[in-house]
Protein backbone atom coordinates (compact mmCIF):
# COMPACT_ATOMS: atom_id res chain seq x y z
CA UNK A 1 0.00 0.00 0.00
CA UNK A 2 1.52 3.17 -1.04
CA UNK A 3 0.93 6.94 0.84
CA UNK A 4 2.26 10.21 0.71
CA UNK A 5 3.08 12.06 3.94
CA UNK A 6 3.13 15.76 4.30
CA UNK A 7 5.27 15.96 7.46
CA UNK A 8 8.01 18.79 6.41
CA UNK A 9 11.69 18.77 7.28
CA UNK A 10 14.12 21.21 7.48
CA UNK A 11 16.72 18.95 7.80
CA UNK A 12 17.29 15.34 6.10
CA UNK A 13 17.22 12.38 8.40
CA UNK A 14 20.87 11.68 8.02
CA UNK A 15 21.94 15.65 9.53
CA UNK A 16 21.90 16.83 5.64
CA UNK A 17 20.01 20.52 4.94
CA UNK A 18 18.29 19.65 1.99
CA UNK A 19 19.38 22.05 -0.94
CA UNK A 20 17.71 20.71 -4.02
CA UNK A 21 13.75 20.74 -4.71
CA UNK A 22 12.27 17.54 -6.01
CA UNK A 23 9.08 17.44 -6.41
CA UNK A 24 6.81 14.63 -4.42
CA UNK A 25 5.95 12.74 -7.33
CA UNK A 26 9.24 12.29 -8.25
CA UNK A 27 10.03 11.23 -4.53
CA UNK A 28 7.78 8.97 -4.84
CA UNK A 29 8.91 7.67 -8.33
CA UNK A 30 12.30 6.95 -6.04
CA UNK A 31 10.34 5.21 -3.05
CA UNK A 32 8.76 2.67 -5.83
CA UNK A 33 11.84 2.35 -7.60
CA UNK A 34 13.65 1.15 -3.87
CA UNK A 35 10.36 -0.71 -3.14
CA UNK A 36 10.82 -3.06 -6.30
CA UNK A 37 14.54 -3.81 -5.56
CA UNK A 38 13.93 -4.76 -1.86
CA UNK A 39 10.89 -6.62 -2.55
CA UNK A 40 12.73 -8.32 -5.30
CA UNK A 41 15.19 -8.87 -2.47
CA UNK A 42 12.85 -9.94 -0.18
CA UNK A 43 11.90 -13.12 -2.74
CA UNK A 44 15.67 -13.92 -3.27
CA UNK A 45 16.11 -14.56 0.69
CA UNK A 46 12.83 -16.33 1.11
CA UNK A 47 11.54 -13.57 3.49
CA UNK A 48 7.95 -12.24 4.08
CA UNK A 49 7.11 -8.57 4.74
CA UNK A 50 4.69 -5.72 3.74
CA UNK A 51 6.01 -3.14 1.73
CA UNK A 52 5.24 0.70 1.98
CA UNK A 53 5.80 3.93 -0.53
CA UNK A 54 5.82 7.08 0.73
CA UNK A 55 7.11 10.60 0.97
CA UNK A 56 7.93 12.08 4.25
CA UNK A 57 8.99 15.55 3.74
CA UNK A 58 11.24 15.93 1.60
CA UNK A 59 12.72 12.63 1.03
CA UNK A 60 11.20 9.35 -0.40
CA UNK A 61 10.74 6.31 2.35
CA UNK A 62 10.35 2.43 2.50
CA UNK A 63 8.95 0.83 5.05
CA UNK A 64 9.40 -2.82 5.34
CA UNK A 65 6.78 -4.05 7.87
CA UNK A 66 5.78 -8.01 8.98
CA UNK A 67 7.04 -10.54 11.24
CA UNK A 68 10.47 -12.46 11.52
CA UNK A 69 12.33 -8.92 10.16
CA UNK A 70 15.10 -9.24 12.82
CA UNK A 71 17.76 -10.67 10.53
CA UNK A 72 16.72 -7.67 7.81
CA UNK A 73 17.80 -5.00 10.65
CA UNK A 74 21.20 -6.80 11.80
CA UNK A 75 22.95 -5.32 15.38
CA UNK A 76 22.56 -1.99 16.04
CA UNK A 77 20.56 -1.52 12.86
CA UNK A 78 23.94 -2.65 10.61
CA UNK A 79 22.72 -4.35 8.06
CA UNK A 80 19.17 -2.18 7.72
CA UNK A 81 22.21 0.44 6.73
CA UNK A 82 23.37 -1.36 4.48
CA UNK A 83 20.24 -2.75 2.75
CA UNK A 84 19.44 1.25 2.17
CA UNK A 85 22.13 1.90 0.20
CA UNK A 86 21.79 -0.84 -2.02
CA UNK A 87 18.19 0.52 -2.70
CA UNK A 88 19.50 4.32 -3.22
CA UNK A 89 21.66 2.32 -5.50
CA UNK A 90 18.88 0.96 -7.19
CA UNK A 91 17.56 4.24 -7.20
CA UNK A 92 20.47 5.72 -9.22
CA UNK A 93 20.53 3.08 -11.41
CA UNK A 94 17.36 3.68 -12.70
CA UNK A 95 17.16 7.68 -12.55
CA UNK A 96 20.82 8.62 -12.76
CA UNK A 97 20.88 10.87 -9.43
CA UNK A 98 21.81 9.96 -6.18
CA UNK A 99 18.29 9.48 -3.40
CA UNK A 100 18.00 10.27 -0.02
CA UNK A 101 16.10 7.66 0.70
CA UNK A 102 15.30 6.68 4.21
CA UNK A 103 14.58 2.87 4.71
CA UNK A 104 12.56 1.74 7.85
CA UNK A 105 12.53 -2.31 9.09
CA UNK A 106 9.94 -3.10 11.58
CA UNK A 107 9.53 -0.14 12.95
CA UNK A 108 13.49 0.03 13.67
CA UNK A 109 13.74 3.53 13.16
CA UNK A 110 10.97 4.79 14.80
CA UNK A 111 11.79 2.73 17.86
CA UNK A 112 15.50 4.17 17.82
CA UNK A 113 14.48 7.91 17.74
CA UNK A 114 12.66 7.50 21.01
CA UNK A 115 15.45 6.17 22.31
CA UNK A 116 17.93 8.37 21.43
CA UNK A 117 15.60 11.79 22.17
CA UNK A 118 15.47 9.98 25.66
CA UNK A 119 19.78 9.76 25.55
CA UNK A 120 19.81 12.89 24.28
CA UNK A 121 17.72 14.39 27.09
CA UNK A 122 19.70 13.06 29.68
CA UNK A 123 22.56 13.86 28.39
CA UNK A 124 21.65 17.79 27.77
CA UNK A 125 20.42 17.64 31.60
CA UNK A 126 23.90 16.41 32.52
CA UNK A 127 25.69 18.69 30.62
CA UNK A 128 23.74 21.74 32.07
CA UNK A 129 24.03 20.81 35.72
CA UNK A 130 27.46 19.94 35.92
CA UNK A 131 28.99 22.02 33.23
CA UNK A 132 31.05 19.47 31.56
CA UNK A 133 31.97 18.14 28.03
CA UNK A 134 30.27 15.00 27.41
CA UNK A 135 31.29 12.87 24.54
CA UNK A 136 28.86 9.94 23.17
CA UNK A 137 29.39 6.98 21.70
CA UNK A 138 30.09 6.06 17.71
CA UNK A 139 26.36 7.04 15.86
CA UNK A 140 25.70 6.18 12.49
CA UNK A 141 24.39 9.61 10.52
CA UNK A 142 20.33 8.71 11.31
CA UNK A 143 21.46 8.54 15.06
CA UNK A 144 23.26 11.72 15.21
CA UNK A 145 20.69 13.47 13.63
CA UNK A 146 18.08 12.29 16.73
CA UNK A 147 20.80 13.75 18.69
CA UNK A 148 21.58 16.89 17.08
CA UNK A 149 17.77 18.02 17.26
CA UNK A 150 16.91 17.44 20.53
CA UNK A 151 20.56 19.63 21.80
CA UNK A 152 19.81 22.16 18.97
CA UNK A 153 16.51 22.60 21.13
CA UNK A 154 17.91 22.93 24.22
CA UNK A 155 18.94 26.41 25.52
CA UNK A 156 22.30 26.41 26.97
CA UNK A 157 24.00 24.10 25.48
CA UNK A 158 25.31 23.05 22.04
CA UNK A 159 26.66 19.71 19.69
CA UNK A 160 28.86 18.63 17.17
CA UNK A 161 30.01 15.50 15.12
CA UNK A 162 33.54 14.78 15.54
CA UNK A 163 35.78 11.86 14.20
CA UNK A 164 35.15 9.99 11.10
CA UNK A 165 32.87 7.14 9.79
CA UNK A 166 32.07 4.84 11.03
CA UNK A 167 33.59 6.72 14.25
CA UNK A 168 31.70 9.39 13.98
CA UNK A 169 30.72 10.75 17.39
CA UNK A 170 28.52 13.49 19.03
CA UNK A 171 30.05 15.91 21.63
CA UNK A 172 28.14 17.79 23.83
CA UNK A 173 28.88 21.30 25.13
CA UNK A 174 27.68 23.92 27.37
CA UNK A 175 27.49 27.03 24.86
CA UNK A 176 29.61 29.35 26.59
CA UNK A 177 32.71 27.37 26.06
Known amino acids: MARVSDVEASKTSDGEDSEDTVSTEDLFAESEIAADYLEGF ?101 ERKCVHDVINATDGIESESEGNEPNRRIVVRPADL
Do not use: C, W
Open 42 to 142: LDVIDSDGDIDELVAGDRPVVEIVGKGLNRLIGPNGATLESLQELARLSVFRKTGEHSRLMLDIGGYRANRRKELTAMAERTADKVLKTGRVVRLESMSAF
